[in-house]
């Protein structure tokens, strides 16, 4: 069958990879003059590609419509994933919390041997070429009544400009998400899929950081803490809860902790402000953080306040503290009411931040939301009304958590679109 895959990305070169094998005839469109620009940006330069994580695990780190991933993983999962890469002489690595990367830490060798794959297995590739439409006509089939229509031709600007149509049994859209331009993902598939009379679900930056309403933030720009508590709720459902890694930026919150907040309340956000819990000590209870400083306070008795929790928070954050803690910075350490020491504890197991919005896609790692997955046969990634019509990666409304697990979302959705075409 003649097969045009639209995307050089890791959902789409999965796809033209898969598709060859499976015998057809495949051409990749890509706007760009080269595959796989994202990728090239991804963990920082050095392409966390998947997680070796078990299967559960996969499945608990998709934030949006994890049930849809489960035929996908089964056919293809991370683990086929780095065999395959392994096979293809690319050797990888296993770091911190199960992610894996190129042993050479550098992306490009990762889009060199998907372009190599592609090349041995005869797909050709097709630069500079923009994909603009698609035509189909109306088609009933007897085996599957939700079949409306089937494609007939897709319509292209070439690298001269030139507008062409090129007809094809089958088209594979791995066009990614509207997050980081730049790379050429910025949501034209999305609006062609709308076109054809798809659902596309609204999408958000997700994985993103999130800006603070609090002006004091900009005090603490830079000041990261590790081994510390977020948590977002709105009003007694918890939407987020975690413990790990963040960084304060001039205007919020970044760092991974945040980036996985910010795919919990996005959408929550865009209705109304949201208050962050920042825990700075989560491995004490109140009355054990209250005991610690006790103990502290006794070996200080005659210091002042702003001198005697140098051992309890990082040096930036010690004249925020005091502001919010109403306490004044000269009093005698000894002289502090309990009160005002459980103001303290107060603070530092649950300071409190305004989220007022996330950044925007020009900073976010993934698109939330996108083509439906109720228009997706989740076996095969074909649009159920649309006979010939595929898609795969980030076009689709799922999204991950950080940690290699939205190119794996791109590789598994990549393999079954190129899988089972007819
Ligand atoms: C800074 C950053 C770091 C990241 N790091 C990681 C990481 O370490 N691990 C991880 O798992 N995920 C990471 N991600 C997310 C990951 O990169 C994406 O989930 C993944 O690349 C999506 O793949 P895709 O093939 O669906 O889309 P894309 O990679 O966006 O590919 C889409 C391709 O389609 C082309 N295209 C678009 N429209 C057209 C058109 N109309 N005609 C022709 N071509 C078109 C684009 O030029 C592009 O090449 C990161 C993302 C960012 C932004």
Known sequence: MKVYVVGAGAA????AIRAAEMGHNVTVLERNEKSGKKIYITGKGRCNLTNACDSDQLLANIVSNPKFMMSAFSAFNNHDLMKMFEDEGLEIKVERGNRVFPVSDHSSDVIRTLDKMMRDR???????????????????????????????????????????????????????????????????????????????????PALVPISFKEDYIRELEGL???????????????????????????????????????????????????????????????????????????????????????SLLPRKMIPIVIKLSGIAPDKKVNLITHEERLRLVSLIKDMQYTCVKLHDFREAIITQ????????????????????????????????FTGGFNL???????????????
């Open 12 to 15: 789409g070169m999965m796809a």
């Open 122 to 204: 005869g797909v050709k590739l097709e630069y500079n070429t923009l994909v603009t439409g698609v035509e189909t006509e109306s088609y009933s089939c007897e085996e599957d009544k939700k079949v409306q229509a089937r494609l007939v031709a897709i319509k292209v600007l070439d690298s001269s400009k030139k507008e062409k149509r090129l007809e094809a049994d089958v088209v594979i859209f791995a066009c990614g998400g509207k997050s980081y331009q730049v790379t050429g993902s910025d949501g034209l598939g999305l609006q062609i899929a709308e076109k054809l009379g798809l659902k596309v679900t609204a999408t958000r």
């Open 224 to 310: 990261s803490l590790k081994n510390v508590g977020v948590s977002v709720k709105d009003g007694k459902k918890e939407l987020y809860s975690g413990f790990g890694e963040l960084v304060y930026t001039a205007d919020g919150m970044s760092g991974p902790l945040i980036l996985s907040c910010s795919s919990k309340i996005g959408k929550k956000l865009e209705e109304k402000e949201l208050i962050l819990h920042l825990d700075m000590k989560p491995s004490l209870s109140y009355d054990q953080l209250d005991q610690r400083i006790l103990r502290d306070f006794k070996d200080e008795m005659n210091k002042d306040f702003r001198n005697s929790i140098d």
């Open 369 to 400: 939301g996108g083509i439906s997955v109720k228009e997706i046969d989740p076996k095969t990634m074909r649009a159920k009304k649309i006979k010939g019509l595929y898609f795969a990666g980030e076009m689709l409304d799922i999204d991950a």
């Open 408 to 422: 794996q979302v791109a590789w598994s959705t990549g393999y079954a679109a190129g899988s089972y075409l007819e």
